[in-house]
């Protein structure tokens, strides 16, 4: 990442040219480059906005947008007011275009104002958009793509209510790697939950269903439901509940509670639940 940053500082160095003796601005309070890019030289940071989990709507072509969520980034430059000789919208660009391209990035859309760039670097897929205008002014939007940590679980009470009204409740706050079906630590929360639901009921037996998108093929994701469900039954068997009141089942792709279209719904869609037997 140094080498990168090095490499982008040389490539904009030549950008702007300022008059001497001038008196550079300050940065807006907490905002810094973002490590991937440094600014035009002379530039000063108007504000930011950085945010741990967001969404941003990145030109893609003509008239159509993804939505990408993840670490969020946006900060806006200014130019010195004695800056003699003002970086085209064009100029301001071409070049981050060319920095991007030379650290592995490709560009995904582009039009009289902003361009759209992606890079995968280090096991991370960046989204970056770069906007520019007449007045030498520029915005830099950068979103390292990643799913929410989810922080806050339903508790044991939610899940019997869930069951009451309607037969089934998802548990959110399970985790698993994709394509994998051992429970991450950072489940434990849930399980919990879920232990406590069962040590309060002793009559109340369940199902423990899991459920898949539909990426990939049916009978990959109805072997990989199935091996979810049974890893959080051996779990809250392990946590002191009788094997006779849990029966894991897989449902993989069969029951959507979501549009498989988008990220977003795929991500609703994978999920386990507990149903009343």
């Given at each position: 990442?140094?080498?990168?940053y090095?490499?982008?500082?040389?490539?904009?160095?030549?950008?702007?040219?300022?008059a001497?003796?001038?008196?550079?601005?300050?940065?807006?309070?907490?905002?810094?480059?973002?490590?991937?890019i440094?600014?035009?030289?002379?530039y000063?940071i108007?504000?930011?906005t950085?945010?741990?989990?967001?969404?941003?709507?990145?030109m893609?072509g003509?008239?159509?947008?993804?939505?990408?969520?993840?670490?969020?980034?946006n900060i806006?430059?200014?130019?010195?007011?004695?800056?003699?000789?003002?970086?085209?919208?064009?100029?301001?660009?071409r070049n981050?275009?060319?920095?991007?391209?030379?650290?592995?990035?490709?560009?995904?859309?582009?039009?009289?104002?902003k361009?759209?760039?992606k890079?995968?670097?280090?096991?991370?897929?960046?989204?970056?958009?770069?906007?520019?205008?007449?007045?030498?002014?520029?915005?830099?939007?950068?979103?390292?793509?990643a799913?929410?940590?989810?922080?806050?679980?339903?508790?044991?009470d939610?899940?019997?209510?869930?069951?009451?009204?309607?037969?089934?409740i998802?548990?959110?706050?399970?985790?698993?790697?994709?394509?994998?079906?051992e429970?991450?630590p950072e489940?434990a929360?849930?399980?919990?939950?879920?232990?406590?639901?069962?040590?309060?009921?002793?009559?109340?037996?369940?199902?423990?269903?899991?459920?898949?998108?539909n990426?990939?093929?049916?009978?990959?994701?109805?072997?990989?439901?199935?091996?979810?469900?049974?890893?959080?039954?051996?779990?809250?068997?392990?946590?002191g509940?009788?094997?006779?009141?849990?029966?894991?089942?897989?449902?993989?792709?069969?029951a959507?509670?979501?549009?498989?279209?988008?990220?977003?719904?795929?991500?609703?869609?994978?999920?386990?639940?507990?149903?009343?037997?």
């Open positions: 990442m140094k080498k990168t090095i490499l982008l500082l040389l490539i904009l160095s030549s950008l702007a040219v300022s001497p003796g001038f008196a550079q601005k300050k940065d807006a309070a907490n905002c810094k480059d973002h490590p991937l440094n600014r035009l030289p002379d000063w108007e504000s930011c950085l945010k741990q989990f967001d969404a941003y709507k990145f893609t003509k008239s159509k947008t993804v939505q990408v969520e993840g670490v969020f980034t806006r430059y200014q130019p010195p007011a004695n800056l003699t000789v003002k970086p085209s919208t064009l100029q301001v660009l981050v275009e060319t920095a991007i391209k030379r650290i592995g990035g490709v560009v995904l859309a582009t039009d009289e104002s361009k759209t760039f890079l995968t670097k280090d096991g991370k897929e960046l989204w970056i958009e770069v906007w520019a205008d007449y007045t030498g002014k520029y915005i830099l939007t950068i979103v390292e793509k799913a929410m940590n989810q922080e806050l679980v339903a508790n044991a939610a899940f019997a209510d869930g069951l009451k009204t309607t037969g089934h998802a548990v959110e706050g399970i985790f698993f790697d994709t394509g994998k079906s429970l991450k489940s929360a849930a399980i919990s939950e879920v232990v406590k639901l069962l040590k309060a009921n002793d009559s109340l037996k369940l199902f423990v269903v899991g459920h898949t998108d990426a990939g093929a049916v009978e990959a994701n109805m072997k990989l439901s199935q091996s979810r469900a049974q890893s959080v039954v051996q779990s809250l068997i392990k946590a509940i009788e094997a006779p009141r849990l029966k894991a089942y897989g449902s993989g792709p069969y959507p509670v979501s549009s498989n279209d988008t990220e977003e719904g795929r991500a609703k869609n994978r999920r386990v639940e507990l149903v009343k037997q």
